[in-house]
């Protein structure tokens, strides 16, 4: 069963199309991976996915339900959660205080947001600065601590977007260990990123988008040897 | 069993300030016998817990209004105006200043909730001078420049002392237990990144208006606290230079601290009844403190204690930390 499902979506800024009727749809408990060139339109996607855009035209529906246009934070209400590709923290809250932030507005109970928490910097390897305010962590602890925290309530679907950008190995690999588990316990996620080989070990399934529309969308390993896809990403060269 | 963050000590550290300032508040007129300088301490609690709204809303919620004397005002002509007209009692008046002031702050969070920055502060202002203008002009209502008459709520400048100082009190644990409950996480997470706020659940128009509401009813309450000592509401309680010196107060003392607000109150309002006698000359040194600590002291005095005395500022993450730990 279709947990999301995007049926023909369009978005232009002034003469830029960005989106040109895309369509797809993630099933419960799928992990897909959203690859593209720069400027094919993916953080758009995700944009109104996520209710800080609204489509032109089209729909999107979560469990059934249409939800584009709604704003963010009913959004993630419903259990659409969203990391940044640019990442946004807290930075004069502390990391746990961070993590309750989402706890608490998605109706935890604050003394078990805060135990939610404390689990979550464990599992993220983050307790040794659990107290520290956000501001003062690295680019990539900052980087788990927002990804943390899409996960203080479990999602309906985590949109995360360029998860494992400028990270240092290490911490890749903690969130993809992370992904993994959840995956398995039947978390559903949509990640979009430009680091293929993460792409290719972690989800089984890949959509390509290029120019505001989605050119393949398949098993990863089929994307991949793709000619299209390849002709789109790296004008010929092999990913 | 709590767990320390450093938010949540920082929090606690100036509540128990704030506390103490106020235990030294409390002893001061045993030493203090001068009814003019209780005066002082009078207004400078008045400006404090004008200072401590402001601080809800700019330091605590990202929202730089300007309009913090005018709210001030308009608690202070709801008490007058039913007290000169009704005979309505002192207490019911003051209940009313707060629900006013409180929906009139929770209209304007409506009108400006898009706002941000330089709009934000251009919009407040101009509704600041509508309200002055319009309470100034209305002399049939409100007579005026000339003010209203409102009757004193005690006799004795002492009662009026300790009664003002359980209001402050009030105010301060009211602010610290609010900024313990998740309001006060989304408050702070507005403040920090509203996108960010918003994609995390927290609903970022209700919690902004929420923070003006709340503001605007603390400083509608001290306008009418003060109307009543003074037993004189006029439009200058809502005058622009008001408000420069409510923010002054905050900036100086710390923003976005409980204790700070409280210390520069008491600071410069003492220091501005020295400096009467220049006239101008005290608000060119205010506003000359405002950018030093704006643009070198952001945590104001505040700050400078608990750095350099109390050896407690932002902590740097170990080296060992700043890596990951598998």
């Known amino acids: 069963m279709p947990c999301l499902v995007i049926e023909n979506v369009s978005k232009s800024f002034g003469g830029v199309r960005a989106l040109d009727g895309v369509s797809f749809s993630i099933d419960d408990g799928e992990l897909v991976g959203l690859i593209g060139p720069n400027g094919s339109g993916k953080t758009t996607l995700i944009n109104i996915l996520s209710g800080h855009l609204a489509p ?52 935890l109970p604050q003394s078990e947001a805060e135990e939610r928490a404390w689990q979550l910097v464990e599992d993220l390897s983050l307790t040794r600065v659990a107290a520290l305010d956000a501001g003062q962590l690295s680019g990539g602890q900052q980087k788990l601590l927002e990804f943390g925290s899409c996960f203080m309530v479990p999602p309906r679907i985590a949109l995360l977007d360029e998860p494992f950008a400028a990270i240092h190995p290490t911490m890749k690999e903690i969130m993809a260990g992370f992904i ?60 | 069993m709590e767990r320390w963050t450093d938010s949540s000590a920082r929090n606690r550290r100036e509540f128990i300030a704030s506390l103490a300032i106020l235990a030294f508040v409390a002893l001061l007129p045993l030493v203090m016998g001068n009814e003019y300088w209780r005066g002082v301490v009078i207004v400078s609690m008045y400006f404090a817990m004008l200072a401590a709204a402001w601080n809800l809303l700019a330091g605590y919620t ?7 004397a005018t709210f001030a005002m308009i608690g202070a ?34 009108i400006v909730l898009r706002l941000t920055g330089a709009y934000l502060a251009l919009t407040t202002l101009s509704f600041a001078e509508i309200m002055r203008l319009v309470i100034s002009n209305s002399i049939d209502i409100t007579r005026g420049d000339l003010g209203l008459n409102v009757p004193g709520l005690f006799d004795d400048r002492l009662t009026y002392y300790y009664f003002m100082l359980a209001i402050l009190t009030l105010t301060q644990v009211g602010l610290f237990f609010l900024l313990r409950t998740p309001a006060g996480l989304y408050l702070r997470a507005i403040r920090d ?48 230079a008001q408000t420069g010196i409510i923010i002054s107060m905050a900036v100086i003392g710390g923003l976005g601290t409980l204790a700070g607000p409280l210390i520069g109150a008491f600071l410069v309002y003492v220091a501005s009844e020295y400096l009467r006698d220049f006239g101008g000359l005290q608000l060119i040194i205010f506003a000359l403190l405002v950018i030093i600590f704006g643009r070198f ?30």
């Open chain 2, 62 to 68: 990202g929202q730089f209004s300007l309009a913090p």
């Open chain 1, 56 to 107: 032109d035209s089209g729909r999107v529906l979560l469990d059934g339900n249409s939800i584009e246009g709604l704003p963010p934070a009913e959004l993630a209400r419903r259990g659409v959660m969203r990391m940044f590709q640019l990442t946004r923290v807290f930075p004069r809250m502390s990391v746990i205080d961070n993590l309750m932030v989402a706890g608490c507005a998605l109706g």
């Open chain 2, 77 to 110: 002509y709801s008490t007058g105006l039913l007290s000169y007209y009704y005979n309505v009692p002192p207490l019911i008046g003051i209940f009313a200043a707060i629900v006013v002031a409180g929906l009139i702050g929770l209209l304007l969070g409506r």
């Open chain 1, 180 to 239: 993994r588990r959840r995956h398995a316990e039947g978390q559903t996620f949509l990640v979009v990123s430009h680091d293929m080989p993460v792409v290719v070990e972690l989800c089984p399934r890949t959509v390509c988008m290029n120019a505001g529309t989605v050119i393949a969308d398949e098993s990863t390993r089929a994307v991949l040897t793709d000619k299209v896809v390849i002709e789109a990403y790296l004008g010929g060269a092999e990913i």
């Open chain 2, 193 to 240: 990144d509203q996108i960010a706020a918003a994609s995390r659940g927290v609903k970022v128009v209700l919690w902004k208006t929420n923070a003006f509401a709340i503001s605007a009813a603390v400083s509608g309450l001290a306008g009418a606290l003060y109307g009543h000592f003074a037993g004189l509401v006029s439009p200058e309680l809502g005058l622009i």
């Open chain 2, 297 to 326: 002291f952001r945590e104001g005095l505040w700050g400078l204690f608990s750095r350099y005395v109390l050896r407690t500022g932002i902590r740097r993450p170990a080296l060992k930390d700043a890596v990951p730990e598998k």
